[in-house]
């Protein structure tokens, strides 16, 4: 689905293309809102969005489209295609693709990539969602291709996967690439393939962000999904796992990453430690530059602290969806109220994203006995509740560079959080930090309501630690997260690449 620029920008070319894979700006959360603030930081450049979506069902907009939006294009990942397609060419073009297609999927690289793309292009007839689906040729391909990658796994289990990320990749590439100055993914996966295919089809720059490692979280999800792990008898191979469906997803998101990473001329990420994980999954080290998320800092830093009398309050500010972990808050919070009497808990976020999670969540607060203790606020203005909160919580299992904690932070809130992305950095401060400015509240360990708990106990009980936890998280957040800083270094990034300004050779970092 493309929608028409807005009235004003006809003929002009965008400047930049941003390129999303769900997320803004039809998902709220951290990295939409990111978005959001970026374009609007940006006023007299030109955005057009492709934002990549798992169906082609109705969405409703969750953020006003900033002016400077002039063009939106959806792509679903998954559509139902039911005609059956055949023919010499199909045989031709799958013939051609069935080298490319097995080295991508099986930790491949840009010059894979560019090989599908070029068996489409070269009978461009055939190339559709028909033939790449549902065609004897391709069943055959399929065939061979399990018969190398996972043989001893079901069959029926890879024939599904297989038309999961092989459905992906074909909706990146056969559909329509609107034409831009640069391009810019905020992710690897889908989004990053659909940049790499514009930077290779166009000859334009790309640029990569990447918050949270793509393909670090998607480990996570295939870890947690029982039905890629394939059980066998007790007789067989004890002395070491088989191959199964759980390297054939991950095999395929590496491929897809290191075909965008080596598509890029600049790579973000939030902090160092995501570095790692992207030189492992095969971004060049010359490319990559750490640019911090950067928050409202003078807006947020003007909340006052409620004076009137209230009881201890913590809150979770997230979406309830399995990745936030939001059952060891529950459970936490149910320890926590035999340590602090009366203690609130709130989680402020959406809870329509993942409906049977937030169900379980709810039944688990009623099991618990929680309905006195613990409220589902929904989406909220964070003004409007940081100061009645004294303990923000994060018990993510992933995370990037989590912008609640720098949100509260500004308001002077320390926080309790996992050890996961950079939330360590931002409570305990970089290693550059001069002079330390001491610790900005607790970390905790993974899936630890017990730890999660006891932290929490020690900051509400003791309101003289707490206050300089939340000075020194307030002085950090101001010091380093700023977002007028944040928002300049982008823009010379773009400028760089646009042609407007320094040499991509020399990019500036916070």
């Known amino acids: 689905m493309r929608r028409p620029p807005r009235p004003g ?20 959360g951290g990295v939409s809102t990111w978005m959001h603030d970026l374009i609007r ?31 939106l294009t959806e792509i679903a990942l998954q559509t139902t295609e039911r005609r059956l397609a055949g023919g010499r060419a199909v045989a031709r ?88 100055r640069a391009y810019h993914a905020i992710s690897t996966g889908y989004a990053g393939l659909f940049l790499a295919r514009a930077v290779l089809e166009t000859g334009r720059p790309g640029l990569l962000t990447e918050h949270g490692i793509y393909t670090n979280e998607r480990r996570v999800e295939i870890a947690m999904a029982d039905w890629l ?45 995501n570095q790692v994980l992207q030189r492992r999954d095969g971004a060049p080290p010359d490319r ?21 009398p209230r009881p201890p309050t913590v809150a979770l500010i997230g979406r309830a969806v399995p990745i936030k972990d939001v059952k060891t808050y529950i459970r936490a919070v149910a320890i926590l109220r035999d340590r602090v009497p009366g203690v609130q808990a709130l989680l402020l976020g959406p809870t329509d994203e993942d409906p049977a999670y937030f169900e379980e969540c709810e039944e688990m607060v009623l099991h618990l006995g929680l309905q006195g203790s613990f409220r589902f606020a929904g989406r909220v203005k964070l003004h409007d509740y940081l100061g009645k909160v004294d303990v923000i919580v994060l018990t993510s299992i992933s995370e990037a560079q989590p912008l609640v904690l720098l949100e509260a932070g500004a308001a002077g809130v320390p926080s309790v959080a996992t050890d996961v992305g950079s939330c360590r950095e931002i409570i305990e401060g970089r290693a550059d930090e001069e002079p330390p400015l001491g610790p900005g509240g607790i970390v905790i360990p993974l899936a630890d309501p017990a730890a999660t708990a006891e932290a929490l106990a020690e900051l509400l009980l003791d309101p003289a630690r707490r206050e300089r936890c939340g000075e020194a998280i307030r002085r950090r957040t101001e010091r380093y997260y700023n977002k007028k800083v944040v928002d300049r270094i982008y823009r010379d990034l773009y400028d760089a690449h646009l042609g407007r300004g320094a040499s991509l050779g020399a990019p500036r970092a916070a």
């Not at 920008?9 to 709220?28: R, S």
């Not at 082609?56 to 939006?69: A, I, M, T």
């Not at 399990?146 to 024939?159: A, D, K």
């Not at 590496?254 to 939030?270: D, F």
């Open 9 to 28: 920008g006809e003929g002009a070319l965008p400047d930049v293309c941003l390129i999303l894979e769900g997320a803004y700006p039809y998902i709220a």
């Open 93 to 180: 073009m799958v013939a051609a693709l069935e080298g490319p297609l097995t080295r991508l999927l099986s930790r491949g690289n840009l010059e894979d990539f560019s090989g599908v793309m070029a068996a489409l292009r070269r009978y461009p007839r055939a190339a559709n969602r028909a033939a790449l689906m549902n065609s004897e040729a391709v069943f055959e391909m399929l065939r061979r291709m399990y018969g190398t990658s996972v043989p001893t796994s079901s069959f029926l289990n890879y024939f599904w996967s297989w038309r999961s990320l092989a459905g992906g990749l074909f909706s990146v590439l056969l559909a329509d690439m609107p034409r831009a």
């Open 229 to 273: 792990t394939d059980q066998l008898p007790a007789s067989l191979d004890l002395e070491a796992r088989r191959r199964d469906l759980r390297d054939m997803w991950i095999d395929a998101f590496i491929g897809y990453s290191r075909a965008c990473y080596q598509a890029c001329s600049r790579i973000t990420t939030l902090y160092t430690g």
């Open 41 to 71: 930081s940006q006023p007299d450049l030109r955005f057009h969005l492709v934002v990549l979506t798992a169906d082609g069902s109705p969405k409703e907009l969750r953020f006003v489209l900033p002016d400077n939006v002039v063009g």
């Open 288 to 308: 990559l530059v750490v640019i911090p998320n950067g928050i409202d800092y003078d807006s947020l830093s003007k909340v006052a602290r409620d004076p009137s």
